[in-house]
């Protein structure tokens, strides 16, 4: 927001000392003429007035409390123009010919306050006021050096004694109005901020700052409407522009947002927040490419705008860009080494990236920082989880819902984790409380259906399913799972409709044409199985289960040979798999080849001692 500062040009009468009475008359309208123009008695550009000012010094006509004037005159035109150091100059000149000159003193306090000289500002209001008590323009001053200098509560208490001094000044409400919202008292704010708008109903400002604090109470509409007010009253005020994209982004109003984002930029070119901003919106709009050229704009404009590296870093993410996201968080980072969501975003980075303890150690400062942060356990059980050490990833999740009970995510992520140790009812209990938290999670519903299934509970298993579809039409593998479980219950044909259904909505889901696969083998249509598993192979070529599935399918249609191949191709992969060993060797078994089939069938039972199809097989090529 644009500070407002007051003018302590003096308006005072210049006494001039008597004129020689030989003095011709144009010089006496000419000097008249300076002292109008010097004294801001009549319209003048600032290098005109200084001009005058500079001949009436030149004329020594006057004594040395005048010149005093003429000088501080002089620095008001010289600060106008923007030459603060000539302007400090007269300011000098003029308190060393007048020791007591209070508005010398404030006009050269405000002069370095430009310069970003807040504390020389402050030690000349200071004097000001000593000298003159009742000047509410110089609290207001001085209450803006405050401000500057980060400390609220003097610049509060300054505006407040402008305002006790002048309760109709819209500018000493105002500021006050700012340094409190910045303070987090924001309904003071908006008190004074109101009261401008009494004062002076056309103070766009004021409406501006008004729509941030309803924009931060979260009623949007309002702020909308404060922002629209803000704009017919000043159509060039680009952060009113910038502010209401805001409000609609937030109230789902992207296209709108967008076009005040455009226009904010198109008044204000060097606005860093307008470009981010607008970043923001096509982030959304998932169009990371321009969302990064706006972020870096921004940069470019700022380049310590830590939020905007975060930002640019979250684009990059989604792009799958995963390097150059880290290297902006850690921008962020390095620009604000307190920013915590900076190094949350880059341990998600890290831990999809496959750092894990880069991860871990990045949501180890971000907790340090903020122990609050329910997410921050969560992603770090996530960490923990991918690391396989389900017990401290137990203990991160039941942290974030300990921070966050209604947690959703953080429930249906321990779910998983109790699922993996093998606690199945612990596993249930913590999807069904993430569908308490979100009755709309249509992944709770998925993973609480995989539970069931395994415990055996295929009606409810299916319900599950039938959930998660309903919320998502194209789940693809919840059809795939929702086949599983009727394929369990012996309905071929409902099951064959759910892997038709998988693979129409995601043609590339392997595991589905297995599983259809498995449907044909059952109804003794190999061709159709073997097709089904190889496109399965096409899609993961490390797939053993599809091998495995094929070399059956082969030997029930006597294609012992091919089968042999693909249990060799099963086992290669997966040293340990069981089935595929047992089945390589009822291959060999077909082909006559005793020996081999015995020591394959020995190699499944090393593996799993109770494998019957292994222990019976063995027997029988023995016997032989």
Known sequence: MTRLLTSLAAAIAILSTHAAHAQQKSDKDKAQDNEKVCLSQV???PQEQADACTALL??????????????????VAHRARRDLDAAIADYDAAIKLHADYARAYANRGNAHYDKGEHDKAIADLDQSIRLDAKSAAAFVSRGNAWDAKGDADRAIADYT???????????AHFNRGLALRRKGAIDRALADFDQVTQLDPKHAGAHNSKGLIYAERGDNARAITSYDEAIRLAPKLASAYNNRGNALRATGEPSRALADFDKAIELDGKMETAHNNRGLIRYDMKQFDAAIADFTAALALDPKYARAYANRGNAHDEKGERAQAIADYGRAIAADPNYVLAYFNRAVAQRRAGAADAAMKDLDTALALDPTLARGYNERGLAWY???DLDKAI????????????YASAYNNRGNAYDDKGENSRAIADYTEALRADPNFALAYYNRGITLRRTGDLDRAIADYDQAIR?????????????????????????????????????????????????????SEFDAARADYAKALELNPRDAMAYNNRAWANYLSGQ????????????EIDGKFVSAWSRRALLHEKLGDREKAAADFRQALALDAAYAEAADGLRRVEAK
Do not use: M, Q
């Open 161 to 171: 004694s402008a305002i006790e001094l002048t309760p109709n000044s819209a500018v």
């Open 560 to 571: 012992y040979a091919e089968g042999v191949a693909d249990a060799s191709k099963a086992v």
């Open 43 to 45: 319209r003048a550009t």
């Open 395 to 406: 203990a991160d999740y039941s942290e974030a819902v300990r921070r966050d009970p209604a």
């Open 471 to 523: 919320l998502d039409p194209n789940y693809a593998i919840a059809y795939n799972n929702r086949g599983n479980a009727f394929d369990d219950k012996g309905d071929r044909d409902r099951a064959l409709e759910d892997y038709n259904a998988a693979i129409r909505i995601d043609p590339k889901l392997a595991i589905a044409y297995n599983n259809r696969g498995n449907i044909h083998r059952s109804r």
């Open 386 to 388: 991918e690391k396989r």
């Open 58 to 75: 030149a004329s020594g006509r006057y004594n040395e409390r005048n010149r005093a004037i003429i000088h501080n005159n002089r620095g």
